[in-house]
């Protein structure tokens, strides 16, 4: 039976033809890819030093839990590791995993820093959730944690350069 007499259902069982994926196959398969709320954790290689790691995930997704509509973020994370540093795959596969949740913006930011905080245990962190504009209102949430006790080092600033310095 060709593809164009099968019914959708029919169509969206198809087997993978080969190393090639076939769209709608949806049966689990080993080695693919799927959203997870696991965050997974590495051994700081400086864990004597204060340092900040800085990411961004662009493209974080979830529904307005009144209507069902996306809500679109960037997420911005930085963080001053202790002992454990975030994986990023896992966090990549984090974020992905609230596609299908309904969720306030205040909410799912919270949620964020919770569970980040809670795998890695950092001694700072701030996450800070820039969202798409929704009714004419664009929303920045911006959530701290601080480990009990750790106070930062003032920062180093660099020496501003002499304006007549020669570049030759």
């Excluded at 696991?38 to 995930?57: A, S």
């Excluded at 006790?149 to 180093?156: A, D, E, I, S, T």
Aim: hydrophobic share 40%; charged share 25%.
């Amino acid at each position: 039976m060709s593809a164009s007499r099968r019914t959708k259902a029919e169509r969206s069982l198809v087997a993978p033809a080969g190393d090639a994926v076939v769209v709608g196959d949806r049966r689990p398969r080993p080695g693919r890819t799927r959203p997870s709320k696991q965050l997974d954790v590495f051994d700081n290689p400086n864990p004597e030093r204060d340092y900040l790691i800085h990411m961004q995930v662009p493209e974080f997704t979830c529904l307005c839990p009144l209507t069902g509509q996306p809500d679109f973020a960037i997420f911005t994370i930085d963080y001053v590791p202790d002992r454990l540093c975030i994986e990023l795959k896992s966090l990549k596969l984090y974020a992905w995993s609230f596609r299908d949740e309904g969720a306030f913006h205040e909410a799912v930011t919270n949620r964020v820093l919770g569970d980040l905080a809670a795998a890695s245990k950092p001694r700072f962190m701030r996450v800070t959730a820039r969202w798409g504009v929704r009714g004419g209102i664009f929303t920045n949430v911006v959530v701290e944690h601080r480990k009990r006790g750790w106070k930062p080092l003032p920062p180093v600033l660099p020496m501003p350069f002499e304006r007549e310095a020669s570049t030759l």
